[in-house]
């Protein structure tokens, strides 16, 4: 069956660092969408990417879509306290209209 | 309403009870999804429904799960003699589409 893998599960960051998460697909994909959860909260959309190559901006947030369509990344400039959470992708189920999710990273920022 | 409501948005329950959790979509989205969060865990699904199709249950874990969806709108997630690794946040998500879920806040479960 259609597999995701997130890597890495968690990242420690000092406030300013970089950081950026990866997610696998076994499977090309039509699209894949990204999530942040704050501590506590629930899941909020950020983005999906639909192109091959597609690279997006959200302020200090980029998206990018491999070009085999197969992979995709998050990284954040930067860091702030703000940014702490678990940032997971999410990939159409490959034969119905449901979202696989990964398993997350959690990131950690330290003031 | 604004957002996707759910109820309870805590239940606890002794071991063996049933349980209904409810799940009040944005109002027009068609599509209306069931998600279990075990504790530090990921995303696990368990139900989707698409407007008037029948329902995918593919992700339910047993029998003892069930869910429905009257009139295209509120959904109820109903969990029959609640077992204890039936503690987890179950998380109900819409959208027009497949584009972009909007998730509630969530019911936390936990059975004793």
């Known amino acids: 069956g259609q597999q995701v893998m997130q890597i890495p599960q968690y990242q420690h960051v000092q406030e300013g660092e970089d950081f950026t998460t990866y997610c696998n697909s076994s499977t090309t994909l039509s699209n894949i969408q990204w999530y942040k959860q704050r501590p506590g909260g629930h899941p909020v959309f950020l983005i999906q990417?639909?192109?091959?190559?597609e690279v997006k901006k959200q302020k200090r947030l980029t998206f990018q879509f491999g070009e085999a369509k197969k992979n995709s990344s998050l990284h954040i400039t930067a860091t702030q306290t703000t940014d702490v959470g678990t940032y997971f992708c999410?990939?159409?189920?490959?034969?119905?209209?449901?979202?696989?999710f990964g398993q997350g990273t959690t990131l950690q920022v330290k003031p | 309403g604004a957002g996707v409501s759910q109820s309870p948005s805590n239940k606890v329950t002794e071991k063996g009870k049933d349980v209904e959790l409810r799940c009040d979509p944005i109002s027009g989205h068609t599509a209306l999804y069931w998600y279990r969060q075990s504790l530090g865990q990921g995303l696990e699904f368990l139900i989707y429904?698409?407007?008037?199709?029948?329902?995918?249950k593919s992700g339910l874990p047993s029998d003892r799960f069930s869910a429905e969806r009257t009139g295209g709108s509120v959904s109820t997630l109903t969990i029959q003699r609640t077992q204890q690794e039936d503690s987890a946040v179950y998380l109900c998500a819409s959208t027009p589409g497949h584009y972009g879920y909007t998730f509630g806040s969530g019911t936390r479960l936990t059975v004793v």
């Open positions: 990417l639909v192109k091959s190559g």
């Open positions: 429904f698409q407007g008037n199709s029948a329902p995918d």
């Open positions: 999410a990939l159409p189920s490959s034969n119905t209209g449901k979202l696989i």
